[in-house]
């Protein structure tokens, strides 16, 4: 018995450390690499830790497109999720409070998360013609509209979990104290759904920061956001794989950021999206 | 009883309707405005147009006339065999890949909670595993481009082992590369909903099993699992739609190659509407892409609600 | 002076019926109690009253102004939610605080009211804490101190005493009680506890399925109910019914069922229903267990089991097969199968339609 125990122990445990390997390894020869000279990148055998610390493929980036395409990122994803999370708050607080109405009844709300469950690309052929038909391609204004459009259900379902879990009666305490709708919302809603708030708009954010097809169809010339830029490192003879790292590391810091903040909150959250 | 001022009969029935409307029924009106409007002008007005032209031959790079072909578009989807092989492709793509990314979380999940005894620790794992899901797909697939060229880390690394080096993304082997990377990225998902699934389990189900001296094989069959079977569905299915969405890997690493060995139909849907503009047709098959992704959403919502 | 009066209410909610033509006059001062079980219209009631609701038919009016249109907000009521609605995010203080802060106060007047109601209900310690932190009895006297402290026409209990223990239940009601009297606050007070009723309301208006069963002053209900529910409900516990025929023999009236015959001469008022089929009821508190004397009725019983609540208890017995409970208030500890002379006076029936439920003794006048 004793030995049974410890024999499924020791599968677990290697399980878990080869695991760990299998994630951490493509995350560590990224950061390994950018900080190699690109001769380096090819050698034979590799060097697996970084001898110098070499920065050219962070200062290219920082000179270049590559700053540029990081900012757009920055503020496009910043803007359409305050949109998206304002329309959000409003609907999801329709939906969780006035269920009956055709707007908000279940049909509607199947409806709105339709769109999300749509792979992105079969909308993007229609969406890519409105968008060149009225001369607003390549624009930031047609990629924060497509991004909120896209990001309005993930935020509505997120919010109306949080508005769900709030008790009516305390809206209709504060009524019978005397506040009206408005005064109700800023002062007993709002604050109340304050976590789940945060939560709603680090994730909002992160999934435009992430996401690609869309960046690059609509995106790419006067606005080009840094997962669009990534490829276009890889053209010409030589492959810049240290700049190309250089980026990845950039790029991935908010999303550990938010991972090690939101990490509570993410079980909930990924089961309700 | 009688003669009590106020207002009576006709005058007051309008008030009340006037009052109820105001106070019960407009509010969500005024609260949906603004997102319905979104919605339609981004999503449902372009998609009404997509109907529109997928009557129609369009391509816009040869001529801007458009000629009016009625349903023909849709007929030829079904007899398209690059967009039916790629369909197959995809199903055998989500399948395995899916079920793989199902077990494999579920196995690291269940170790995390049996054998990592330190919170600490427990939790920096799981931030560490669940990495990846956060990160963009274009990033991710960058990151694994690096390692799986022909003259790549890993085939580097083989090489200095004395090893033969991998064609990674050859023919044979590009789409299990590919399965490989989302193994990678997305195995969290399943990972994070087992672990979830498995911490809300009463502990003192498994005392008093430990006290009828159950096997920990037995308690995991006659415990765990039968606990964890709705979650892990729902984590399946999840991941099976998600699946559906897939198109930025292969945009990045393979490009659909070689060949149309990794051609998945989003692939193939974004190669037929922006490489090709074959606008009506793309407009016909994206149709039928949403048609199918709302029939799973369907199901999807369908069981979501049976819990 | 009637403070507030519900005229004629109806209110649906889909299908579903939830009031039915409800009026009452609610006085000015009164402890006012709405007595239903769960799903009879009591909360639905409330929420007309302070407007969170608004009917489809009939009106409320506050004084003589037609308020059945006016939001909650301008209505000048207080409403102590069942789960009592504290803002979790703001101390007690706070909390007590909201409806003052509307009022344009100075933040010292808004001080010394909230420290007056709070050390009127004994809260004064809790003030800087959150709603979260503190127990349900507290958090129950925080909620009543927010209604009280705005002054309001009335202030509406929503079932305020079943989310607390039994033992703190107890102490709250006389608390209320006193409480009520000392302000003159006119209270409305929902609850499926005829306790709360008997122990603490004025008046009382029984609900069951949206419609009024009687409404009456809580003594007057509880001596002379409209009907078989009222009389069922409204008394712990619950009447006895039986089933019996009214006949004649000699020039006398009988109540007969199969084990008991009652000689029910004295009671005119049910010359009438000779030959019919009435309704027999008893309060389980009017049988008096040994000591028979000075009642008008005996019989002997078999005790079946005794049920001991508290420092009262229920006996259950049999009288020639019937089945009937009794209510003693001290501990009555008697063996199972000991045979026990019962009686009861003529004061101490009720007499109801079998078809209609309604009570015969004022179904005549």
Redesign the interface.
């Known amino acids: 018995m004793r030995r049974k125990?410890n024999w499924?122990?020791g599968v677990?445990?290697g399980?878990?450390i080869l695991?760990?390997i299998?994630?951490?390894f493509?995350?560590y020869?990224?950061f390994n690499?950018s900080f190699k000279e690109i001769g380096d990148?090819?050698?034979?055998?590799?060097s697996f830790v970084p001898t110098r610390f070499i920065l050219d493929a962070y200062r290219f980036i920082f000179q270049g497109t590559g700053r540029i395409a990081l900012l757009n990122s920055l503020v496009v994803a910043a803007i359409s999720t305050a949109i998206a999370v304002v329309?959000?708050t409003?609907?999801s607080?329709?939906y969780s409070?006035?269920p009956f109405?055709p707007?908000?009844n279940e049909g509607a709300q199947?409806n709105?998360?339709?769109?999300r469950?749509?792979?992105?690309?079969?909308?993007?052929?229609?969406?890519?013609?409105?968008w060149k038909r009225f001369g607003l391609l390549d624009t930031y204004f047609a990629l924060i509209?497509?991004y909120?459009?896209f990001n309005?259900p993930l935020a509505?379902w997120l919010l109306k979990g949080f508005m769900d879990a709030l008790?009516r009666?305390?809206e209709?305490?504060?009524?019978?104290?005397?506040?009206?709708?408005w005064q109700t919302i800023r002062r007993?809603v709002l604050?109340?759904i304050g976590s789940g708030l945060a939560a709603t708009v680090a994730l909002c954010w992160?999934f435009i920061?992430?996401?690609?097809?869309i960046a690059?169809?609509l995106g790419g010339r006067n606005v080009i956001l840094y997962?669009a830029y990534?490829?276009s490192l890889?053209r010409g003879m030589r492959i810049m794989?240290n700049q190309?790292?250089a980026l990845?590391v950039l790029?991935?810091i908010p999303?550990?950021i938010?991972?090690?903040l939101f990490?509570k909150y993410?079980?909930?959250i990924?089961?309700r999206s | 009883m009688k003669g009590l001022p106020g207002l009576y009969g006709k005058e007051k029935d309008q008030m009340l309707g006037r009052a109820q409307k105001k106070r019960v029924?407009l509010?969500?009106?005024y609260?949906?405005i603004?997102?319905?409007f979104?919605?339609w002008?981004?999503?449902i007005?372009?998609?009404i147009?997509?109907v529109y032209?997928s009557f129609h031959d369009w391509n816009p790079t040869i001529s801007p006339e458009r000629t009016f072909v009625g349903i023909w578009n849709y007929v030829t989807v079904f007899r398209d065999e690059r967009f039916l092989s790629a369909l197959l492709r995809m199903l055998y793509y989500s399948g395995v890949g899916v079920t793989i990314q199902l077990f494999?979380g579920t196995?690291?999940a269940l170790?995390?909670v049996?054998?990592?005894r330190s919170e600490r620790l427990r939790?920096f794992?799981?931030?560490?595993?669940?990495?990846?899901m956060?990160?963009?797909?274009?990033?991710?697939a960058?990151?694994?481009?690096?390692?799986i060229t022909d003259?790549g880390?890993i085939n580097?690394?083989l090489?200095?082992l004395g090893l033969n080096p991998i064609g990674w993304r050859s023919r044979e082997l590009a789409l299990t590369t590919l399965m490989i990377v989302d193994i990678?990225q997305w195995t969290a998902?399943p990972l994070?909903?087992a672990?979830?699934a498995r911490i809300s389990i009463p502990e003192s189900l498994y005392e008093s099993s430990r006290l009828d001296g159950a096997s920990?094989w037995l308690i995991l069959r006659k415990i765990t699992l039968p606990y964890m079977r709705v979650?892990l569905a729902?984590a399946f299915l999840l991941r099976f739609?998600d699946s559906?969405?897939f198109?930025?890997k292969v945009?990045?690493m393979t490009y659909g190659g070689p060949g149309t060995a990794t051609e998945l139909p989003?692939f193939y849907?974004?190669q037929t509407?922006?490489s090709y503009f074959k606008?009506g047709y793309?407009?016909a098959m994206?149709?039928i892409?949403?048609i199918i992704?709302?029939i799973?959403?369907?199901f999807?919502?369908r069981l979501a609600k049976v819990q | 002076m009637e403070e507030v009066r519900i005229r004629n209410v109806t209110k649906r909610f889909g299908k579903k019926v939830a009031l039915q033509g409800v009026s009452a006059p609610i006085p000015k001062g009164s402890f006012f109690c709405i007595l239903g079980e769960p799903g009879a219209g009591k909360t639905t009631l409330l929420r007309i009253i302070?407007g969170?609701e608004i009917p489809e038919e009939g009106e409320i009016f506050f004084g003589d102004q037609d308020v059945t249109l006016v939001?909650?907000?301008?209505r000048n009521?207080?409403?102590v939610?069942?789960?009592f609605?504290?803002?979790?995010?703001m101390s007690v203080f706070e909390n007590i605080a909201?409806?003052l802060r509307?009022k344009g106060l100075s933040e010292e007047a808004i001080r010394k009211k909230v420290v007056e109601v709070a050390s009127f209900l004994k809260i004064e310690k809790l003030l800087d804490r959150l709603p979260n932190f503190i127990s349900g009895g507290e958090r129950q006297r925080v909620a009543i101190a927010?209604a009280l402290v705005?002054e309001p026409t009335l202030c509406l209990f929503d079932e305020p005493l079943v989310n607390l223990d039994y033992k703190i239940r107890e102490d709250m009601r006389a608390q209320f009680k006193l409480m009520q009297r000392e302000l003159g606050q006119t209270i409305v007070f929902a609850t499926p506890d005829p306790i709360d009723a008997l122990s603490m309301a004025d008046i009382v208006l029984v609900l069951h399925e949206g419609r009024v069963q009687q409404m009456a002053n809580v003594w007057e209900a509880y001596k002379r109910p409209a009907n078989v529910f009222v009389g069922k409900y409204l008394g712990f516990p619950e009447m006895n019914i039986f089933e019996g025929r009214v006949s004649r023999s000699g020039n006398s009236l009988f109540w007969e069922s199969k084990g008991l015959r009652l000689d029910i001469g004295s009671f005119d008022f049910l010359k009438p229903y000779e030959g019919a089929t009435v309704l027999l009821g008893l309060r389980p508190e009017d049988i008096r267990l040994g000591d028979t004397e000075g009642a008008d009725f005996t019989f002997e019983a078999n005790i079946v089991l005794s049920e001991v609540v508290g420092s009262d208890t229920i006996v259950h017995l049999s009288v020639e097969g019937v089945a009937l409970r009794a209510f003693v208030p001290q501990i009555f500890r008697r063996p199972s199968g000991e045979r026990i002379p019962i009686g009861f006076r003529h004061e101490d029936l009720y007499f109801f339609s079998s078809q209609t439920g309604k009570n015969l003794l004022l179904q005549e006048g």
């Not at chain 1, 209709?172 to 709708?181: I, N």
């Not at chain 1, 920061?209 to 097809?213: D, M, R």
């Not at chain 2, 956060?134 to 991710?140: D, I, K, N, R, Y």
């Not at chain 2, 960058?142 to 390692?147: P, S």
């Open positions: 125990i499924g122990k677990g445990i399980g878990l695991y760990g299998f994630i951490l493509p995350i020869w990224t690499t990148v090819y050698k034979v055998p590799p329309l959000g409003m609907a607080y329709a409070r006035y109405t707007l908000t199947f709105l998360l339709t769109v469950m749509f792979p992105p690309i079969a909308f993007l052929l229609p969406i890519f013609w409105m509209i497509t909120t459009a309005l509505v008790p009666s305390i209709e305490a504060s009524y019978v104290d005397g506040y009206s709708f007993i604050p109340l992160i920061w992430n996401e690609f097809i690059y169809l997962t990534l490829p890889r794989w190309i790292a990845s790029a991935i999303s550990i938010i991972l090690v990490r993410l079980v909930k990924y089961l | 029924v509010t969500p009106y609260l949906m603004p997102p319905q979104l919605i002008a981004v999503v007005f372009p998609l147009w997509a032209i494999l196995a690291i170790a995390l049996e054998y990592v939790t794992l799981l931030v560490l595993f669940l990495l990846p956060m990160m963009a797909e274009a990033v991710a960058q990151m694994w481009t690096l390692l003259t880390t580097n690394i090489v200095w990678w998902l994070l909903i672990y979830a920990r979650p729902i739609m559906y969405k198109l930025d945009f990045i989003t849907l974004y509407a922006f606008v793309g407009a994206s149709w892409f949403g992704a709302v799973g959403m369907f999807f919502w | 302070a969170l939001p909650p907000q301008r009521v207080a409403f939610f069942q789960d609605a504290l803002y979790p995010h909201s409806p509307l927010r705005k």
